[in-house]
């Protein structure tokens, strides 16, 4: 008996025991969950900050470049000579002068040295899977090459009307892609998963192929090549970056130009006017309307198809808005921002179900606004940032119902963690902010003096927020970020000059004129604009009185006021082999603000300017050629 009772004690005793640890491990599995839980809601929040961070900033440069639009044009009129084929200039106001240029082909030999693609007209589409084949190995086509594709390219464009008509029947699907902004490996991608190009096989790329991306030109051959291949089952629309004073800005001008060489401006030039000759949209089944940016109050279809093609905007640069109404896009200086009632206008007088379009970074590479009547699609993967969003693209079927395809390029992102993949995005947009703020530095001191009367250095969390924003105009949650970008004492006032303490200039400037060093750090990327179209030889090389010309144009345009002396000083302080000339592209680049932590030893950077650059790496070979290196995707 006492066994029995002594028995049940234990069991008792060992009961109260797996009791109390049953409970410590739900209170420990709730704990961690709610760490989990919070752990991702703070990383969900840096990501959405992060990206909001770069989109701002984006479209903040777009608004530059469109209100300094004018003065590129008339610099490219002024400064282009386009009755000189031979001086290979370019000016975006004689398009009717390419005629000109149509045979220029003929005079550039291919040597027997050349061991890239050698096409042949009309092209076939083994022409086509050798370009594959020889851009997914780093190799470039030939100048002859790309001419004859540019000619041909745009007699074929010049006969398409401005709006395509296309019929889907149900023995297809169309797939629609958005921007590509020169990444090769998401368009690689996108026909290893989808297919090929084909009479069964129909594609429309709506738009913004170009710059950004380091292969654009890569991308341009390949869609003009199944352009003319399947000139019924290719439809291209125009974007607004195939424009060619944005090309100047981001980056397409200087690829082509330094993969070209001596060719590059003549390549340039053609490209202009193919770009001219793009559609500016397309109809699938009298139902979808495809457009780069998006529509307006007064979009008129009608009109629209027989408009010049160069004179649009609103099309290119629109973008939608939760709002009712069409106002003027001031976020991206063009275009408008029109509400889901402008959206049910055209739709209803068109009698159409949907408006695609595309022209807006996504994180998951698509969005539906508008109750679903408008579709955003974006195709490039990675676009601000390792990770930072997967790429998408459309299959519609005869029913028209929409199938959404994602995928995401990549290299280190099948490598990294959530949480490392966030905080590599958030770093690198808060470092792209703290550049903006340090280019801006004297205006916000003057900004957070107006809110110190006393003269402390330190002002509200609420007032710092309110200056950055009346300077920058970005439209961020300031409040969120001051933690990432300001100190603030304990009695919860920020030092407002501490956004500054650990940003400087990466080049070496103490003895030049302030002013005109915070002046080349905000309009750096201006001034390589003036002197890409001033460059005839595109040498890459000027004298210091060729920059002191350069700077001259642009200080009176904006008014700012640098003398010639600092100008020279500044010119003399970078010139390290002392040859009194300058590699301008690698000044503009010792000319950006460092975190100090991040600045390059000084031999390292005297040869980084002297011309040490390393190769990019080569492509791998794959079973086809036009599966990406490496990837993840989801369907």
């Avoid at 003319?228 to 060619?244: C, T």
């Avoid at 969120?480 to 400087?504: R, W």
């Amino acid at each position: 008996m006492e066994y029995i009772v002594t028995d049940m004690g234990c069991n008792a005793s060992i009961d109260d025991r797996e009791e109390n640890k049953s409970e410590k491990a739900i209170k420990a599995a709730v704990l961690i969950q709610k760490w989990f839980r919070s752990t991702r809601a703070r990383l969900e929040i840096s990501r959405r900050y992060s990206l909001t961070i770069f989109q701002s900033i984006e479209y903040a440069d777009e608004q530059d470049q469109a209100q300094l639009a004018s003065f590129f044009t008339f610099m490219l009129e002024r400064y282009a000579n386009p009755d000189a084929v031979a001086d290979t200039s370019i000016s975006p106001s004689v398009s009717h002068e390419a005629d000109s240029y149509l045979t220029e082909y003929e005079k550039i030999e291919v040597p027997d040295s050349y061991c890239g693609p050698r096409l042949s007209f009309p092209l076939t589409l083994a022409d086509a899977n050798a370009l594959l084949h020889a851009f997914k190995d780093g190799q470039l086509l030939h100048a002859h090459y790309v001419l004859q594709l540019l000619c041909e390219t745009r007699r074929v464009l010049k006969e398409k009307p401005n709006i395509n008509l296309v019929t889907v029947s149900y023995s297809k699907e169309i797939t629609v892609c958005g921007d590509l902004h020169g990444n090769l490996d998401d368009l690689f991608l996108i026909f290893y998963k989808n297919g090929l190009p084909s009479e069964k096989k129909p594609y429309v790329f709506n738009g913004d192929f170009v710059d950004r991306g380091q292969n654009s030109m890569e991308i341009l051959i390949i869609l003009f090549a199944f352009l003319l291949i399947y000139p019924n089952d290719v439809h291209l629309n125009r974007g607004n970056h195939e424009d060619y004073v944005i090309n100047l800005r981001y980056g397409f001008s200087n690829e082509v130009l330094n993969k070209y060489k001596v060719y590059g401006k003549v390549i340039l030039y053609l490209l202009q006017d193919v770009f001219s000759w793009l559609p500016l949209a397309t109809i699938i089944n009298k139902k979808v309307l495809i457009v780069h940016g998006g529509i307006s109050d007064t979009t008129d279809l009608d009109f629209l198809n027989l408009l010049d093609r160069n004179k649009v905007l609103d099309i290119l640069w629109s973008d939608p808005r939760k709002q009712n109404g069409c106002v003027p896009n001031k976020r991206r200086g063009g275009g408008c921002c029109f509400g889901p009632d402008t959206t049910a206008r055209l739709l209803e007088r068109y009698n159409l179900k949907m408006l695609i379009r595309s022209h807006e970074f996504k994180r998951e590479g698509y969005e539906l606004t508008h109750g679903g009547k408008v579709i955003t699609i974006f195709s490039a993967s990675n676009y601000y940032e390792e990770g930072s969003n997967r790429g998408a693209y459309i299959r519609l079927n005869p029913d028209l119902i929409p199938h959404f395809v994602q995928y995401q390029v990549s290299e280190c992102t099948n490598k990294q963690n959530h949480w490392e993949r966030t905080k590599t995005i958030e770093r690198s947009a808060l470092q792209t902010l703290r550049e903006k703020i340090f280019a801006h530095r004297s205006t916000l001191t003057e900004a957070f003096a107006k809110y110190d009367c006393n003269n402390t250095g330190k002002i509200s969390v609420s007032d710092w927020a309110a200056a950055m924003e009346s300077v920058l105009c970005l439209e961020l949650p300031w409040r969120t970020l001051q933690f990432h970008l300001a100190k603030i004492d304990p009695d919860g006032k920020v030092d407002y000059m501490s956004c500054f303490h650990n940003m400087e200039i990466a080049q070496s400037t103490e003895e030049v004129q302030p002013a005109l060093v915070e002046t080349l750090c905000k309009y750096r990327k201006d001034l390589e604009i003036i002197f890409n179209i001033m460059d005839e030889d595109q040498s890459g090389l000027i004298s210091f009185d060729e920059f002191r010309k350069t700077w001259r144009i642009f200080s009176s345009h904006l008014g700012i006021d640098a003398y010639d002396a600092s100008v020279d000083k500044l010119a003399q302080s970078i010139d390290y082999n002392k040859d009194d000339y300058i590699d301008f592209s690698e000044f503009l680049e010792a000319f950006h603000v460092v975190h100090k932590r991040d600045k390059k030893p000084t031999n390292e950077k005297a040869e980084l300017l002297a011309g040490c650059h390393g190769s990019s790496p080569s492509c791998h070979e794959s079973q086809a050629a036009w599966e990406p290196n490496f990837h993840t995707e989801n369907q």
